[in-house]
């Protein structure tokens, strides 16, 4: 009587099945980690938007602090009514003409620049052209701008603000830096205050 013999094969490979789960499974871990690093990718530009816009806008409020209260030209009448720069002042360039704190009242900017009227990234803060290997690219902040407000605080409350024709020895700061998104809107990156008084002068 003849002999069967059974031959039991080694398996060499997987089943459509299994090969089927385990791509899913990478599949599936491969978007977790893509998730993962576009979160941290968003995240490290926000920052780096928030660090530059914050460096722009506490720049212009130093240089504002800078200034007198008044036009030295009135200094008899430091109690201005009229936050503003004269048309003289706005003349420019930049802003080299203004010399007190109201000037910067309503004041903009795109982009931004130096008190010379120069491109800011192109300049050092004495306003000297920097050497071209430490300039960034020209148009390195043409999508950004910055905007001042200066106003008289309640003389009891610092945290209202009053008319201009109700003058007091308090003025508040407000710098707003923003950027232009993809649409052409903008949007506000930071915004940054200071409290700056006037203490009359006593015989």
């Not at 900017?109 to 430490?134: I, Q, R, Y």
Request: glycine residues 4%; charged residues 20%; negative net charge.
């Amino acid at each position: 009587m003849p002999t069967i013999v059974t031959l039991n094969r080694l398996r060499t490979g997987f089943s459509l099945m299994e090969a089927v789960v385990a791509m899913s499974i990478v599949a599936f871990a491969s978007s977790v980690l893509l998730l993962g690093v576009e979160a941290t990718m968003e995240s490290v530009h926000e920052q780096e938007e928030i660090t530059i816009a914050d460096g722009l806008a506490r720049q212009m409020l130093d240089e504002i602090q800078g200034q007198s209260w008044v036009d030295p030209a009135l200094r008899s009448h430091p109690y201005q009514t009229s936050l503003s720069a004269s048309p003289d002042e706005l003349l420019g360039p930049g802003r080299s003409k203004f010399d007190d704190t109201d000037d910067y009242n309503n004041y903009k900017a795109t982009p931004p620049v130096h008190v010379n009227g120069k491109a800011l990234a192109a300049t050092d803060s004495s306003g000297d052209t920097l050497p071209e290997a430490f300039r960034p690219r020209s148009n390195f902040l043409s999508s950004w701008r910055i905007t001042v407000e200066v106003a008289y605080l309640n003389e009891n409350n610092h945290s209202v603000q009053v008319a201009d024709y109700q003058p007091t020895n308090y003025r508040v700061l407000i710098c707003r830096v923003y950027r232009q998104n993809r649409d052409n809107t903008r949007r506000e990156v930071v915004s940054r205050e200071r409290v700056i008084s006037y203490i009359p002068a006593h015989d």
